[in-house]
């Protein structure tokens, strides 16, 4: 069946029911890089939800894609933190990049990611250090990426450096990730988001032709917050709210299944498991429904549209700590199995607020925002 705008719920539901899900354990336990989903996803024409319809994409929009990387976050949160940079590169490719690499990411052959996390620079995404230079008709690039999502996957990274000539705090390249210079800077072994393929990228002496810009020089700021931040931040939303939808399921499962022998009732027949369950699904349903209205005010244009983007991402992430917190408790001993699968859950919750930008700053930029102060 072919996948278009009108039916690829149905078909992504079919992929996280016999493909990404029954994978998600093993790219947990291993750390590996989810190729299957991806390449299940490739073949769906998934990759190119975010790209317009008259380069082969599905135009969905961040709505759509939002809903893609909530449904595949229920499943596996590596796989849906691959798309949710992979969407966020391929939107600034849409606006920016030839015909050539925008067919390339609407047919799925290309696989996007963001590399802005510098050492240098920390969570003020921003204001990179890293450098570049003219050198004729090429650039020449240094940097030391902290953290690079599919940073051994991706075809290309969407990169930021230092303006070449012009004022300002930032410019955007498209940077083949098998440019010679490169080094990605071992393999990814954390907590959580085992399987998404995040490491330092170090790039020395980089050469890339002039034409690899993406934006004008200088402007990189304005790509940034206006087409990277509300989108990323929306998906990031969305991630966080698939996974505490799948913990709520996977407690309410498990309570109605373990059972006191001795009295013949299950843990859900406790009225204080039942008030640890309702609180879950109560915070689950307030950060989606914050993020809805976040993306029914990027639709729109709202006048509250930014302050909107901050929020959801903060709230969605911190939600999901107390949310994945309280299966951790309700699950008991059983959650520290892997077969109840919210432990899963919970160590991949962790990773929002610390992604760019971090919950705490978002907080400050939120406060900011509230006290009619400038943001940056």
């Known amino acids: 069946m072919t996948t278009d705008a009108t039916n690829y719920q149905k078909t992504l539901q079919s992929l996280c029911t016999e493909i990404i899900g029954p994978l998600a354990p093993e790219v947990d336990r291993s750390g590996a890089f989810p190729e299957q989903s991806i390449e299940a996803l490739k073949a769906a024409g998934l990759l190119g939800a975010i790209s317009a319809p008259e380069v082969g994409g599905l135009g969905l929009g961040p709505r759509g894609v939002a809903e893609i990387v909530r449904l595949v976050a229920q499943q596996c949160a590596s796989t849906a933190m691959v798309l949710c940079m992979h969407y ?64 051994s996957k991706a075809t290309a990274y969407v990169w930021s450096s230092q303006p070449l000539e012009a004022p300002g705090l930032s410019t955007i390249w498209l940077v083949p990730a098998d440019t010679q210079g490169l080094t990605v800077q071992g393999g990814y072994d954390g907590l959580g988001l085992r399987g998404n393929d995040s490491s330092p990228v170090f790039g ?56 006191y022998a001795h009295v013949h009732s299950s843990l859900s027949d406790l009225p204080t498991i039942r008030n640890y369950i309702a609180r879950m699904r109560i915070k689950t349903d307030m950060a989606r429904t914050l993020l809805d209205d976040t993306i029914s005010a990027v639709e729109s244009a709202r006048a509250d549209t930014m302050l909107r983007v901050l929020e959801c991402k903060a709230a969605a992430g911190e939600t999901a700590t107390e949310v994945l917190d309280l299966a951790m408790r309700v699950c008991d001993g059983s959650a ?38 400038e943001l940056f």
């Open 88 to 151: 966020s590169g391929a939107a600034v490719l849409e606006a920016h990049a030839s015909i050539d690499v925008r067919l390339a990411a609407a047919s799925g052959d290309h696989l996007s990611t963001l590399a802005f996390s510098e050492a240098g620079s920390r969570s003020h995404f921003w204001a990179p250090t890293s450098t570049a230079s003219k050198d004729g008709d090429e650039v020449v690039l240094n940097a030391w990426k902290s953290w690079v999502t599919s940073a």
């Open 204 to 259: 020395q002496n980089v050469r890339v032709p002039a034409s690899a810009m993406l934006g004008e020089d200088g402007q990189g700021f304005g790509v940034m917050m206006g087409i990277v931040l509300p989108l990323f931040n929306v998906l990031n939303a969305a991630c966080s709210v698939g996974l505490m939808e799948a913990a709520v399921e996977r407690t309410a499962a498990y309570t109605s299944g373990a059972r």
């Open 336 to 373: 520290f199995r892997r077969e109840v699968g919210v432990d899963r859950y919970f160590r991949d919750g962790r990773a929002a607020g610390v992604m760019a930008p971090t919950t705490d700053m978002l907080y400050d930029f939120i406060g900011k925002a509230v006290c009619g102060m």
